[in-house]
């Protein structure tokens, strides 16, 4: 079976297949068997760029030892970006609320660090730094040093993660006016800019979920949400667990609203908030 695309390449149920394991090898990105028409539409410019008449001439220069940047690129094109600021809301409130107290309450006096994983283009690990600006208000006079890591596997969304610029459709998206007007600069253009002071407690870097995260150093409190649907189950326990080393003890994970950890009871323990669920390094 041969499918031609209005984007102008076939594709074969076995080319599929190869560039589904090609995927999940490289970035970990689990593909349906009918998300066809996903590789159609977001793989049509780059197969037209690179002159392929086919999804298998593409994968065969993918398989190229000089193929880096068209891999990136790729990738990039595949990633799902949807996000928006403040998410659920009740993570948020609960790390300004009950986490961010209990760390400082330990008196270690040490830097708190926030991963933020998969971070898209920033609005996460901006939300999160507005969190700890909000905290730093409620509580005067308490000392605080704090990092937000924010990475992602698409060099793409963190060069504009990087920028922090947004335009009113992507501020609209879960910001209230309020926050805007605290924490952004309109520029001439009408887009919206992260101010500095908030820009200031984040480090962007790119990595690969399917990696090792030692590099990172230890972590307070680690946001991985809304990614590891994408994973198979195998995928998600083999980085639940790294993410596990790299978490301070007591420290905790926060997952989608739509995930749950199972099987790592060993590692984490399960902390209801009311709204929204926590988990705990053990």
């Known amino acids: 079976m041969s499918i031609t695309p209005r984007a102008g390449f076939a594709i074969t149920d076995s080319?599929?297949?190869?560039?589904?394991r090609f995927l999940e090898e490289t970035s970990g990105i689990l593909l349906a068997k009918h998300k066809q028409y996903l590789v159609q539409s977001r793989l049509g410019k780059i197969v037209q760029e690179q002159n392929c008449l086919s999804l298998k001439?593409?994968?065969?220069?993918?398989?190229?030892?000089?193929?880096?940047?068209?891999?990136?690129?790729?990738?990039?094109?595949?990633?799902?970006?949807?996000?928006?600021?403040?998410?659920?809301?009740?993570?948020f409130d609960i790390l300004r609320d009950r986490i961010l107290p209990e760390l400082l309450s330990r008196g270690s006096g040490s830097?708190?660090?926030?991963?933020?994983?998969?971070?898209?283009?920033?609005?996460?690990?901006?939300?999160?730094?507005?969190?700890?600006?909000?905290?730093?208000?409620?509580?005067?006079?308490?000392?605080?040093?704090?990092e937000i890591v924010a990475t992602d596997i698409s060099t793409q969304v963190l060069?504009?993660?990087?920028?922090?610029?947004?335009?009113?459709?992507?501020?609209?998206?879960?910001?209230?006016?309020?926050?805007?007007?605290?924490?952004?600069s309109e520029t001439a253009g009408g887009s919206w800019v992260v101010k500095p002071d908030i820009k200031a407690r984040v480090r962007f870097q790119s990595i690969n979920l399917l990696?090792?995260?030692?590099?990172?150093?230890?972590?307070?409190?680690?946001?991985?949400?809304?990614?590891?649907?994408?994973?198979?189950?195998?995928?998600?326990?083999?980085?639940?667990?790294?993410?596990?080393?790299?978490?301070?003890?007591?420290?905790?994970?926060?997952?989608?609203?739509?995930?749950?950890?199972?099987?790592?009871?060993?590692?984490?323990q399960m902390i209801h908030c009311q709204p929204g669920i926590i988990y705990q390094a053990i």
């Open 111 to 146: 830097k708190i660090r926030i991963w933020s994983a998969a971070c898209s283009t920033g609005q996460e690990p901006y939300s999160i730094s507005m969190t700890f600006d909000e905290f730093k208000k409620k509580t005067p006079g308490k000392l605080l040093s704090e």
């Open 211 to 268: 990696g090792q995260y030692s590099a990172l150093g230890q972590f307070d409190v680690i946001f991985c949400r809304n990614v590891l649907i994408y994973f198979s189950s195998e995928k998600k326990t083999e980085i639940l667990t790294k993410m596990h080393s790299v978490l301070k003890p007591g420290g905790y994970l926060i997952l989608g609203a739509s995930e749950f950890l199972s099987g790592l009871s060993d590692k984490y």
């Open 57 to 91: 001439d593409l994968i065969t220069k993918l398989q190229s030892p000089a193929s880096m940047k068209l891999r990136e690129q790729v990738i990039d094109a595949m990633t799902t970006n949807e996000t928006l600021w403040f998410r659920d809301v009740h993570p």
């Open 159 to 184: 060069a504009q993660a990087r920028r922090g610029e947004y335009e009113m459709l992507a501020i609209g998206r879960g910001l209230s006016q309020d926050r805007l007007v605290q924490h952004f």
């Open 15 to 20: 080319d599929f297949e190869l560039f589904s």
